[in-house]
């Protein structure tokens, strides 16, 4: 269904602005062209509504035009969300610089500052659930079509779902005897990686080759096939996990970003490293990749109790079978860590205060005895 195309905006300073947004968009992609159409029409809608008397670029003013505008932005009901606002601020100072440029006009680069932008909220990664996780990946299989298996490469990959699509028919390669990964072609960064990948992945791809076989559109070199367009096919897999979500009882807002989410968490508690990361999830910054990480609470208590029972610091306990007990200088040193083992368990024990601060340093005097006997123990 065709969206009804919107009425030409009248406003002399529209043809000003249409030529820098056909300036700014030369290389860019038709969505990012209609986002800044649609800034300028919001701008130039809220000018010819609240002061009309604005016809030409010398007359705007950052008081009483931009911030008005601004102002009328935030008062909208339903408010907008901080990261749609700080988009339309960003898009807006884009295209006032651009005119700032061509126009000359210096001062129109200033009508929209550093400061006037809010700082983006932190967002929370948002990983599936291991329940949710288990039963999408159980219906996936089940399913065995190409949603399905689409999914499942994503989930496994760490794809963004317009990485899938822009994949090409020979995306996987041999690393090596019986080792594989995939190419992942330049994305939203425009970087592009190589993904390790297990033999079950590989299975989910030589599906996915079958099903481009089976599709009657005509070979485009891409694994997945578009009938329409490259959004249509995003917005079909879209529907496709909605719709797979409900049949579960699942929540219909599980977005195919999630899937994203889990697999670095994922890879983060088998123990990748953040550099590692970077690299598998094609980022170009560590402040990126934190973002995409959740360390759950299970985890922490994990790792919590491990720390308290095991510590890196803390000597190990000694043994104090009576069948082990050693003579000479060997016995004198195993008496004395278990003294020390047995002194440090009760002082960690304590609150902080006098009494735990005396026992730490009895406990390094008995280090330092345990040191000066090995010295005498060495011929």
């Not at 009425?7 to 300036?23: I, Q």
Request: proline letters at 7%.
């Amino acid at each position: 269904m065709n969206r009804a195309r919107r009425p030409a905006l009248r406003h002399p300073l529209a043809p000003l602005f249409d030529r820098a947004v056909d300036s700014l968009c030369a290389a860019l992609d038709p969505g990012s062209t209609r986002h800044y159409r649609g800034i300028v029409r919001s701008f130039l809608s809220y000018l010819g509504s609240a002061h009309p008397e604005v016809n030409s670029l010398d007359q705007l003013r950052r008081e009483l035009h931009l911030l008005g505008w601004m102002s009328r932005l935030r008062s909208q009901v339903p408010p907008l969300t901080t990261s749609y606002y700080i988009n339309r601020l960003i898009l807006l100072r884009t295209v006032l610089a651009e005119l700032a440029w061509t126009e000359q006009l210096p001062q129109l680069a200033r009508l929209i500052r550093r400061e006037d932008i809010p700082h983006h909220p932190h967002k929370l990664a948002r990983p599936l659930t291991a329940q949710q996780d288990q039963l999408l990946q159980q219906e996936f299989v089940k399913r065995n079509d190409l949603g399905g298996n689409a999914f499942l490469l994503i989930r496994h990959t760490g794809m963004r779902i317009g990485e899938c699509v822009d994949l090409s028919f020979d995306c996987l390669r041999s690393t090596g005897p019986h080792q594989w990964a995939l190419h992942v072609p330049l994305g939203k960064l425009k970087t592009e990686r190589m993904v390790p990948v297990d033999s079950s992945v590989v299975t989910v791809i030589q599906r996915l080759r079958f099903f481009r076989f089976l599709d009657p559109h005509p070979p485009d070199g891409r694994l997945l096939a578009r009938r329409i367009t490259r959004d249509a096919l995003i917005r079909k897999l879209r529907n496709y996990l909605h719709q797979v979500c409900r049949s579960l009882g699942l929540s219909t807002r599980i977005v195919p970003h999630q899937l994203r989410h889990t697999y670095a968490t994922e890879m983060l508690r088998a123990g990748v490293s953040l550099p590692a990361m970077m690299k598998l999830l094609g980022h170009t910054s560590p402040n990126m990749t934190l973002l995409y990480i959740e360390v759950a609470l299970n985890d922490l208590q994990r790792e919590f109790q491990q720390a308290r029972s095991k510590p890196r610091y803390l000597i190990p306990q000694p043994k104090t079978s009576l069948a082990l007990i050693r003579t000479g200088f060997d016995g004198v040193i195993d008496s004395l860590q278990a003294s020390q083992h047995a002194l440090e368990m009760f002082r960690r024990a304590l609150p902080i205060g006098a009494a735990r601060s005396c026992l730490e340093r009895l406990s390094n005097r008995l280090t330092k005895i345990v040191t000066e006997i090995r010295k005498l123990r060495t011929p």
